[in-house]
């Protein structure tokens, strides 16, 4: 990625020391020129998408993911990202709950509701889905962490969930 992005700021002749760094990495140019296309190709995309992009060294980026082992160096997303302002409650559970696991989910999101909280949790089936749902109902800010591209949302099924965690996010 950090080749691709080079080309705008090279082309624009905005440093020498780009422009060595442009050498370097383009040993192969052609190789390089198609990186760099493919990188053009998805910029577009996202623009046209409205997906967001962070890196670990934005003010932006999430505190909490900055602390751990090893960090994903970057993020992205639609909407907005969870404030490191206010506790956040994370909910990871099972795919296929029984009655008592979406009671409990109620109970929990029920008694948080009047709190200054945000939930993350994955949009998946199950408790995670169940958990964005009753977030959205009581107005709690939610994130949904996904597993898949934001280009293509899966479980499908959650399209419509995942609109509504936008709203409330």
């Given at each position: 990625i950090f080749r691709k992005l080079l080309q705008p700021l090279v082309k624009s002749g905005h440093s020498p020391t780009l422009?060595?760094?442009?050498?370097?990495?383009?040993?192969?140019?052609?190789?390089?020129?198609?990186?760099?296309?493919?990188?053009?190709?998805?910029?577009?995309?996202?623009?046209?998408?409205?997906?967001?992009?962070?890196?670990?060294?934005?003010?932006?980026?999430?505190?909490?993911?900055?602390?751990?082992?090893?960090?994903?160096?970057?993020?992205?997303?639609?909407?907005?990202?969870?404030?490191?302002?206010?506790?956040?409650?994370?909910?990871?559970?099972?795919?296929?709950?029984?009655?008592?696991?979406?009671?409990?989910?109620?109970?929990?999101?029920?008694n948080i509701q009047t709190r200054p909280l945000q939930l993350v949790s994955g949009l998946a089936y199950g408790i995670d889905s169940a958990s964005h749902d009753r977030a959205c109902l009581g107005a709690i800010p939610n994130f949904a962490v996904l597993g898949s591209g934001l280009d293509k949302l899966y479980p499908e099924k959650h399209s419509r969930l995942a609109s509504r965690i936008l709203e409330t996010g």
């Open positions: 422009q060595a760094m442009y050498s370097l990495f383009s040993s192969n140019r052609g190789e390089f020129q198609q990186s760099l296309d493919s990188a053009e190709l998805t910029l577009e995309k996202m623009q046209k998408l409205k997906i967001q992009f962070v890196d670990y060294w934005d003010k932006i980026y999430p505190p909490g993911l900055r602390n751990l082992k090893q960090p994903p160096w970057g993020l992205f997303y639609y909407g907005n990202l969870p404030s490191p302002d206010i506790p956040t409650l994370a909910v990871v559970g099972t795919r296929r709950p029984n009655h008592y696991g979406i009671a409990l989910v109620d109970s929990i999101l029920l």
